[in-house]
Every structure is written in C-alpha cells, then in structure tokens.
C-alpha cells in the first residue's frame, strides 16, 4: 500500500524558512511527476512546484526564487525548502506523485502558518 506522509510544517514568522519532506513507502510504479500543492482556508489546491523523473522543475509564480523542490531517490523523499516566506503562504502543503499510467497518490498534508 502507498503511503505519503508529509513533516516539516509549523508556525513561522514572515522573513523565516521551513523545509517540507514527504517519506514514500509502497511500491509505485511509472512515476512521472513528483510535487507540492497548497489549499488555503477558502481557497482552491494549487499546484506549488513539481519535479519529474528527469529533473526538471516548476513553480508557481509566487515561489519562484523563493521555493525549491527536490528528491533523494536513495531516501524515498520529496522536499521542499520554503525561504523569505510569506504570511499569503499559509496553507496545508500536500504531497503528490502522479504515475504515467494516471494514478495519483496524495499525503495528508502539514499546515504552514506565516504569521508574527
């Protein structure tokens, strides 16, 4: 069985950073893309920023140059380090990964909170 079990989110002041992780367990196969989304309260999921197999990286307008995403294969682990954050990046962070064949597979999420 698939599981994402995402850590890393707590309070923090604006200026400040977090590092997001997100342990996979199970087996997937054919994964294709990898990343992180947000759901502010009242707001739709969007997608943060995302990584494939191959390397390559997007982000959200806001994040840019702000936000950074990786993996460690060897680990099993997604994250996602969060600098100069922001209180309009308050939000529950979830983990995704998205397989060639269609299956998306979702943590539960960690709450940042960006607030003095």
């Known amino acids: 069985q698939v599981q994402l079990v995402e850590s890393g989110g707590g309070l923090v002041q604006p200026g400040g950073s977090l590092t997001l992780s997100c342990a996979a367990s199970g087996s997937i196969f054919g994964i294709d893309v990898m990343g992180w989304y947000r759901q502010a309260p009242g707001k739709q999921r969007e997608l943060v920023a995302a990584?494939?197999?191959?390397?390559?990286?997007r982000y959200e307008y806001s994040v840019k140059g702000r936000f950074a995403i990786s993996r460690d294969n060897t680990k099993n682990t997604l994250y996602l380090q969060m600098n100069s954050l922001k209180p309009e990046d308050t939000a529950v962070y979830y983990c995704?990964?998205?397989?060639?064949?269609?299956?998306?597979?979702w943590g539960k999420g960690t709450l940042v909170t960006v607030s003095s």
């Open positions: 995704n990964i998205h397989t060639r064949g269609g299956m998306d597979y």
């Open positions: 990584i494939t197999t191959g390397d390559s990286t």
